[in-house]
T-cell receptor, first 112, second 115 residues
Framework: LAKTTQPISMDSYEGQEVNITCSHN???????ITWYQQFPSQGPRFIIQ???TKVTNEVASLFIPADRKSSTLSLPRVSLSDTAVYYC?????????????FGKGTRLSVIA | EAGVAQSPRYKIIEKRQSVAFWCNPI?????LYWYQQILGQGPKLLIQ????????DSQLPKDRFSAERLKGVDSTLKIQPAKLEDSAVYLC?????????????FGNGTRLTVT
């Protein structure tokens, strides 16, 4: 399993764009990158998944460089409600035997 | 669609007592997971079911934890006897299938306090 490394915490003001970078130096050819968001007192929620270049949905964008050794989750114009822990996970998309391993995640605090 | 339902929401027990948690996954989801989340840490997988069969229980402390998923739908996780270090949030999740590209849908968990 590819190990991931994320910053422990980040602070941001409301209205700013937030970029959270995840390192996964030993990512395998078949591995995809997935991000989850967890609000206090709730279970994690799937945000976005990608393999290369850029993926965008209504919540966030995911940027993956050509070497795929890192990825950046971008949250546009954050609000107080984006305060949460964000987890980066890497795994073989087509394998049914890859357990989802959550690290400690990045705790994002949005300040008014 | 209805989300993953878990009960109870909170539970306080004394050490050496037993406790059970219940989970009802999203309808049609074949894969069900139980995670343990200790304060300040990410969720840790305890057991994964595919329909009513166990796919992975390598991190389940089998001397005290047990889980079942009868008929491939609802699931229960039991701890007997509980230890102080079992204090955590127990999260149930389900997905359409077992592969990494099948997003997990989590319930809000059961917060267990062992005194």
């Amino acid at each position: 399993l590819a190990k991931t490394t994320q910053p422990i915490s980040m602070d941001s003001y409301e209205g700013q764009e937030v970029n959270i970078t995840c390192s996964h130096n030993n990512i395998a050819t078949n591995d995809y990158i997935t991000w989850y968001q967890q609000f206090p007192s709730q279970g994690p929620r799937f945000i976005i998944q990608g393999y290369k270049t850029k993926v965008t949905n209504e919540v966030a964008s995911l940027f993956i460089p050509a070497d795929r050794k890192s990825s950046t989750l971008s949250l546009p114009r954050v609000s107080l409600s984006d305060t949460a822990v964000y987890y980066c996970l890497v795994g073989d998309r087509n394998s049914g035997n890859t357990p989802l391993v959550f690290g400690k995640g990045t705790r994002l605090s949005v300040i008014a | 669609e209805a989300g993953v339902a878990q009960s109870p929401r909170y539970k306080i027990i004394e050490k050496r007592q037993s406790v059970a948690f219940w989970c009802n996954p999203i309808s049609g989801h074949a894969t069900l997971y139980w995670y343990q989340q200790i304060l300040g840490q990410g969720p840790k997988l305890l057991i994964q079911f595919q329909n009513n069969g166990v796919v992975d229980d390598s991190q389940l402390p089998k001397d005290r934890f047990s889980a079942e998923r009868l008929k491939g739908v609802d699931s229960t996780l039991k701890i007997q006897p509980a230890k102080l270090e079992d204090s955590a949030v127990y999260l149930c999740a389900s997905s359409v299938g077992p592969t990494f590209n099948s997003p997990l849908h989590f319930g809000n968990g059961t917060r267990l306090t062992v005194t």
